[in-house]
């Protein structure tokens, strides 16, 4: 098997060797050079051609994010992990990393860590994110399911159905469109009940994917909740950084909060975000349970807590990331009556989360990122008119 190329970018001389020392040390992983500023990581790109570059955020001369967006110029495709501390200033400048074109992101130990600790943070969280970026779990072969993938004609709106009996792939074959507007399916091909809520679960590639589906998508008469696996700090700037596109308040969820129709809710970075029926409203809570799929805040309990309170009324949305966060959220929601739609592999930055769905045959349906906006909107207008702070009818 060939090794994985890395490139390690970073001013700090014992960070640099600690990085270097952990990812060698993996039988899959080579590092083929390091770089103590982004001056002299773009100057080498094209002889070491690495598989993927580490990137740390701050430095001097030439720091974290403008050499990102130097090296996206002419390296659109290379895969770029930020690598920075868990402080307030450098959160800001990890999202704007994020928006700018990074695959993902590691926190560096606190300066309280050891040695040890830290070898084993970059040992369980850089390198397995390396491997996830660079060899995605794929859907075993002869895998068959039936799932709709919607596609939106750009020109008129109409929404075209794909044949849905084929191989799950990570890459969606070219199949014959069928012509005319697809009915609003809900779960088990029943048409679909007022939607009430909706709830998404996002990871690896999410900030950009979140960016691009609230700039797109015209408010709504439902709350929106979004667990993003990040850390605190983090998620109180990626709300503030999604309410300057998005047409509908966004705002990072704070505990007793009475839940508001066409308000967007982000779980706060280390806690659980849950919706609970406070004397008959939908209310937000946060807890510090134990986190689940090594996540908090964890999308199988956000998902958990919507299928009790909104019942068939809920859609559940996963979209990319890694790992198999919100599968078991999803068995929730159908077990409810509920809709479940993923995004699909090709605009997903990792296929584990939406995939592992897949897999599970959990999908009513596979949604490319720029068609997701259109296709919630399609599937609120049943429910328009409702007011979505009421509780499940069914």
């Known amino acids: 098997m060939t090794k994985l190329r890395v490139l390690v970018v970073d001013d700090s001389v014992v960070m ?11 039988p899959e992983i080579v590092v083929v050079g390091t770089a103590s500023s982004g001056k002299v990581a773009l100057s080498r790109l094209s002889q070491l051609a690495p598989d993927l570059v580490v990137l740390d955020v701050e430095m001097p001369d030439l720091d ?10 002419t390296h659109q495709k290379l895969p770029v992990i930020m690598f920075t501390a868990a ?6 400048a990890m999202i704007e990393a994020l928006m700018l074109g990074a695959n993902d992101y590691v926190t560096k130990p606190d300066g309280i860590a050891t040695l040890d600790q830290t070898r084993e943070r970059i040992r369980t969280t850089l390198v397995t994110k ?12 002869g895998t068959t399911t039936r799932i709709p993938r919607i596609d939106v004609r750009p020109q008129t709106g109409a929404i075209a159905a794909i044949d849905a009996t084929r191989p799950v792939t990570t890459s969606i074959p070219k199949v014959r469109l069928k012509t005319g507007l697809l009915p609003n399916l809900g779960s088990h091909g029943a048409r679909a009940r007022t939607i009430r809520a909706i709830a998404i679960g996002v990871s690896t590639g999410g900030p950009l994917a979140l960016e691009r589906l609230f700039a797109e998508l015209h408010t709504l008469s439902v709350p929106i909740f979004v667990v993003q696996h990040m850390p605190p700090v983090f998620t109180a700037m990626l709300a503030q950084r999604l309410a300057k596109v998005a047409r509908m308040p966004v705002v990072e969820a704070v505990p007793g909060t009475r839940v508001e129709p066409g308000c967007i809710y982000i779980a706060p970075g280390d806690r659980h975000m849950v919706v609970v029926n406070e004397d008959g409203v939908p209310t937000v809570r946060c807890t510090q349970d134990p986190p689940e799929n090594s996540c908090r805040p964890a999308v199988d309990v956000l998902f958990r807590s919507v299928a009790t309170i909104y019942g068939s009324e809920i859609l559940a949305v996963v979209m990319t990331g890694m790992g198999q966060d919100g599968l078991r959220g999803c068995e929730h929601v159908r077990d409810h009556g509920g809709t479940v739609i993923v995004q ?14 897949v897999r599970a045959g959990l999908a009513d349906a596979i949604v490319p990122l720029p068609q997701l906006a259109l296709e919630l909107e399609r599937r609120c207008d ?8 009421g509780m499940s009818r069914g």
């Not at 640099?16 to 993996?26: I, P």
């Not at 402080?87 to 800001?92: E, G, L, P, Q, V």
């Not at 049943?382 to 702070?389: D, E, F, I, K, R």
């Open 16 to 26: 640099r060797r600690l990085v270097g020392e952990v990812l060698s040390a993996d």
């Open 130 to 141: 390396i491997k996830n970026l660079l060899r995605p779990a794929t859907v075993p072969s």
């Open 64 to 73: 974290g994010l403008a050499t990102l967006a130097a090296l996206r110029k």
């Open 344 to 357: 699909d592999a090709a605009t997903s930055v990792v296929w584990g989360m939406p995939g592992a769905v």
């Open 87 to 92: 402080t307030r200033r450098a959160a800001a």
């Open 382 to 389: 049943n429910g328009a008119a409702h007011v979505a702070t």
